[in-house]
């Protein structure tokens, strides 16, 4: 009886799954549409579409923008989120319950709702427009990943591997780049990833930041949306997705590789 409930629990999330997952994939038949509409493929298929979003400069600027602000505010998530949690991890007090708390803010608060904080504080600091502003925005939304990923992974950190490194005559710096952040690269590197991600697909902070200066893909998608509905749109949306994709296997086996050491050591 056990049994069958467990397989009706996993075909009722199939099926939620698939519902929430499959509408997103009908951008790739549409992105091989030989027409010059957005349309399913009718007479064959074409990759004329693809091949414009390798070849056309406007693609190819937002591609390398999207990179160059995704790398940067990844950077300095990681750094700022890896190093809260550590010390957060070190201190152990009520305080740093409070601290975590403040850190985990921007995922509770609407993305529409601190957009329009940044923008009004960016204005005095005569930040709109730029992309150090996006970064830094960027860098901010992406923090809480980082923190939540870093301090699972301090969960699992005996605290006795510190105080037996200090012990023999380690320094602060020596304990933390030999001791503590091997055994917390895991948590690092998937805190990353979410950072990217999140970094890569985000919108809303673009325009309000960004404005007409900056046209990161996901801003490129929708002004096209918006002007017209040429087909290589659908092949930006895919490799979009693709890309996700890609990097959250990356994220799978990391975790997988993480649980196989984890019960191979015990």
Do not use: K
Request: proline letters at 5%; a neutral charge.
């Amino acid at each position: 009886m056990a049994q069958d409930g467990g397989a009706l629990r996993r075909v009722l999330a199939g099926l939620i799954l698939a519902f929430l997952v499959l509408p997103a994939f009908v951008v790739f038949p549409v992105s091989l549409t030989p027409n010059r509409y957005l349309s399913l493929p009718s007479g064959g298929v074409s990759w004329q579409h693809w091949q414009t979003l390798f070849t056309d400069p406007v693609w190819l600027s937002g591609i390398r923008e999207s990179v160059l602000i995704a790398s940067l505010s990844t950077a300095l998530a990681l750094a700022a989120g890896t190093a809260c949690a550590i010390g957060c991890w070190r201190l152990g007090s009520r305080l740093t319950d409070m601290v975590r708390s403040a850190m985990i803010l921007p995922l509770m608060i609407p993305t529409i709702v601190y957009a329009l904080g940044i923008y009004r504080f960016y204005v005095e600091l005569d930040l709109i427009g730029t992309m150090l502003g996006v970064i830094l925005a960027h860098a901010v939304t992406g923090l809480p990943y980082v923190v939540l990923t870093v301090t699972a992974s301090l969960a699992n950190l005996d605290p006795a591997l510190e105080r037996a490194a200090r012990s023999l005559g380690a320094s602060v710096p020596q304990t933390l780049t030999r001791v503590i952040v091997p055994n917390i690269i895991p948590g690092i590197l998937s805190g990353g990833i979410f950072a990217f991600i999140h970094s890569w697909d985000e919108l809303i902070i673009v325009i309000f930041i960004g404005g007409r200066e900056l046209f990161t893909l996901p801003q490129l998608i929708w002004d096209g949306i918006n002007e017209n509905l040429d087909p290589a749109i659908a092949a930006v949306a895919s490799a979009l997705i693709l890309f996700t994709l890609a990097v959250l296997l990356v994220e799978l086996g990391l975790r997988r590789r993480r649980q196989f050491r984890a019960a191979r050591d015990t």
